[in-house]
């Protein structure tokens, strides 16, 4: 890390790694609608009643403690930040740039006592095991070895590629993060004293019945993948949890873990049936989706994200749903249309996720 990051602010830090992370991942079907689109009817609100619970949770008995149990996962609270951020500004009453850095910054702080490496992922890990928790995962894990299991792999692969269209189709692509997270790359030394990158990626919520009814009848609540690469595969984890890699992913494969609702699964068999349980859900949550109008799919966009928030509200013994004042909004509003030449430039952006600054996107 260079020694001039190393004295950088926090925000400054955060501001840096978001440009990078907007930058490598390019343009991205804004599916089944633009967030900017959506976030104007709830950000206000929504930053407002958040800014203010955690105040309240501040003051109380090891409050840090409560927020932990709160935030879902650390990617979910990252993926949600910035346009938290933005409802913070746009706030009434209004709330003062030095209470807006305080937000963020307690924020952090949370998330430093949640991850045991850089918040930001600045050095390409997202790390949420220590070092010796990894390799005590690594050892207890009956690994399927890809030497004699290719063909095995490549399902495995494409069940968990399978739960990621789920994903999307679940909670679109703003806020995917709020159902799954990619952790590590972990070092961990295998029982051959072979070293390997461990990642786990945790879709931690495929079954969210409170914001998609209809998924009761899914079988599975969780999937988790788990991945042993050659030491030397070029492979990082950014702060969006996208993972980036150079050269086969499959070649550079050591040993795969699969399992759905805890229970391993390790056939090919197996693996093609959970695959195909998961996209025949996919179609039919792209189906439900083809017969709701415009304004419905935004009200889902905004459910879900009061949803990622739920347990802020449950603490507080209040309704997790959306606000009456919220939904009235796009009955009164109307449908936000974005200008043809499409959402902002990063650095409006910058300025718009920078809690220092007053700019907020489309205001003039």
Known sequence: MATKELFMNRIDQYLKVLGQAFEKTGEIAPWPIH?????????????????????????????????????????VTKALLMDLIVGLKAARPPISARERVWFVEYIFDVLEEMMTGDIFCRDGT?????????QKLSN????????SEKELGRSIYKASASTKSLIWSLYFYGWDDIGY???????????????ALLVITDY???????????????????????ALYDPKTDLKIDIFCHMVNKGDLLNNTVGLYLEANDLPIRTKEGAEALSKELLERVMKQHKALETMKKEEIIKKYIESRYYAFRRWRIYFGEDWYPPKKVLERIKKWGIIELKETGGPTWEELKKAFDPRTEVIPGKD
Do not use: C
Request: proline share 7%.
């Open 126 to 134: 997202n790390l949420l095991l220590t070092k010796n928790e990894a």
């Open 204 to 226: 931690f919520d495929i079954k969210p019945t409170l914001l998609w009814p209809s998924m009761i009848t899914f079988p599975h609540h969780s999937i988790r993948l788990m």
């Open 181 to 195: 997270e990619i952790h590590g790359p972990y070092k961990v030394q295998l029982a051959n004293n072979k070293k």
């Open 140 to 147: 207890q894990i009956s690994w399927i070895w890809l030497n």
């Open 35 to 75: 967030v900017g689109a959506v976030a104007p009817y709830f950000s206000d609100v929504e930053a407002r009643d958040i800014y203010d619970k955690l105040k309240m949770i501040s003051k109380q008995d090891q409050p840090k403690k409560i927020l932990r149990k709160l935030v879902v996962a650390p990617a």
